[in-house]
């Protein structure tokens, strides 16, 4: 992860691929994003990260120019593109939904930009079939998009939108359709992709995961605003927010009285599960609680426990660090809440 923020940092330094400033939109009295200042590096895999409503689709859309901002510019590769037209400029997007033509073959869906860019009928069917090589779809270029899955669309979505080789892709929430097994498959196939291609990418999802998975860099999105921007692990290590850290993983939050009395300090906190062991035998300097539940997940248990000092905490135990454990509701037991495990939030 450091090898990639330092890769950041450098890339950063040359021209931003994408770079907004004071980015504003209201929609009446709706503010659904509020003075966004942003930049992406090129070649950057770059994720917009939040719940629904926070405005990351009517940024990205305004990238992509279907929206013109209220306030503020949008400057691609150093170019002010503020006030162009979608067709204008260096990007393509991916839309959730596809968008396929039925009635065009594969290869027509995938050749259809090189068309209105007036490119020849040979050169464009090469190129089609180029593209759909890329995301291993070899082969399907006679079929209908009707005679094809889930993930295959989405794929042809992807050719067509990298056939024109944009210097800019935008993808909002391309995976959201596909059930887990696709998605996850898909999500590295993405990832592949992106660096065959050396093209900027920027990846709007609501899924945490996803955006841990694939990302350089996520930015946390919150009611029109970014929360925080960072590397997967700065966010998952070092959150500043009650929001980043309860939205980013799962947590536990500790609020200035129960920071007091578990480590004497009146601050806000958080502790991820994982950091929490969990046993039996009482040693000096844990503490004491008692299961409310233990969920079995397989690959490991979460444990919710009711601390005899007072709050209530989960804890993620990993199957294999003691395979014989089993954990139970009512189960009395010892928790290590190391101080260095604990992260300072900003209040708010
Ligand atoms: N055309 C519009 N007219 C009025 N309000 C809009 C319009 N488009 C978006 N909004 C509002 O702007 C806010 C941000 O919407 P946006 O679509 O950017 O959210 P999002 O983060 O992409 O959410 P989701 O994860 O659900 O796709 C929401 O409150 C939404 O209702
Ligand atoms: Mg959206």
């Given at each position: 992860?450091?090898?990639?923020?330092?890769?950041?940092?450098?890339?950063?330094?040359?021209?931003?691929?994408?770079?907004?400033?004071?980015?504003?939109?209201?929609?009446?009295?709706?503010?659904?994003?509020?003075?966004l200042d942003l930049d992406i590096a090129s070649g950057e895999f770059f994720s917009m990260l939040g719940p629904s409503g926070s405005g990351k689709t009517t940024v990205l859309r305004m990238i992509a120019g279907f929206e013109l901002p209220t306030a503020g510019t949008v400057v691609l590769d150093g170019t002010d593109v503020t006030k162009l037209a979608p067709f204008d400029r260096d990007v393509?997007?991916?839309?959730?939904?596809?968008?396929?033509?039925?009635?065009?073959?594969?290869?027509?869906?995938?050749?259809y930009g090189l068309r209105v860019r007036g490119i020849a009928k040979a050169t464009r069917s090469k190129q089609a079939e180029e593209a759909l090589e890329m995301v291993r779809l070899g082969g399907f270029g006679g079929r209908k998009p009707a005679e094809l899955s889930g993930g295959q669309r989405q794929r042809v979505a992807l050719a067509r939108a990298i056939v024109v080789k944009p210097k800019v892709l935008l993808l909002d929430e391309p995976l959201g359709a596909l059930d887990l097994k696709l998605r996850e498959q898909m999500q590295i196939e993405l990832k592949q992709l992106q660096r065959e291609l050396a093209i900027t990418f920027v990846f709007v999802t609501h899924d945490q995961?996803?955006?841990?998975?694939?990302?350089?860099?996520?930015?946390?999105?919150?009611?029109?605003?970014?929360?925080?921007?960072?590397?997967?692990?700065?966010?998952?290590?070092?959150?500043?927010?009650?929001?980043?850290?309860?939205?980013?993983?799962?947590?536990?939050?500790?609020?200035?009285?129960?920071?007091?009395?578990?480590?004497?300090?009146?601050?806000?906190?958080?502790?991820?599960?994982?950091?929490?062991?969990?046993?039996?035998?009482?040693?000096?300097?844990?503490?004491?609680?008692?299961?409310?539940?233990?969920?079995?997940?397989?690959?490991?248990?979460?444990?919710?426990?009711?601390?005899?000092?007072?709050?209530?905490?989960?804890?993620?135990?990993?199957?294999?660090?003691?395979?014989?454990?089993?954990?139970?509701?009512?189960?009395?037991?010892?928790?290590?809440?190391?101080?260095?495990?604990?992260?300072?939030?900003?209040?708010?």
């Open positions: 992860m450091k090898e990639t923020d330092s890769e950041v940092g450098i890339l950063l330094e040359n021209t931003p691929a994408i770079s907004l400033r004071g980015l504003t939109k209201s929609f009446g009295s709706v503010h659904a994003v509020s003075n393509n997007t991916v839309f959730q939904d596809y968008a396929l033509f039925g009635h065009m073959t594969v290869l027509e869906n995938v050749a995961e996803e955006a841990l998975t694939l990302s350089d860099r996520i930015a946390v999105f919150n009611s029109g605003h970014i929360e925080q921007i960072g590397s997967p692990r700065e966010l998952y290590e070092q959150p500043k927010t009650n929001f980043v850290a309860g939205f980013v993983g799962t947590t536990n939050i500790f609020d200035e009285d129960a920071s007091a009395l578990l480590f004497g300090k009146r601050i806000r906190s958080t502790m991820r599960p994982e950091r929490i062991p969990v046993f039996e035998q009482p040693t000096q300097g844990a503490r004491q609680g008692r299961v409310i539940e233990a969920i079995y997940l397989g690959s490991a248990t979460r444990i919710h426990i009711k601390l005899d000092a007072g709050p209530t905490i989960t804890a993620l135990v990993r199957a294999g660090s003691d395979a014989e454990q089993q954990w139970h509701r009512d189960q009395v037991v010892q928790v290590d809440l190391d101080e260095k495990n604990l992260v300072k939030l900003e209040t708010n």
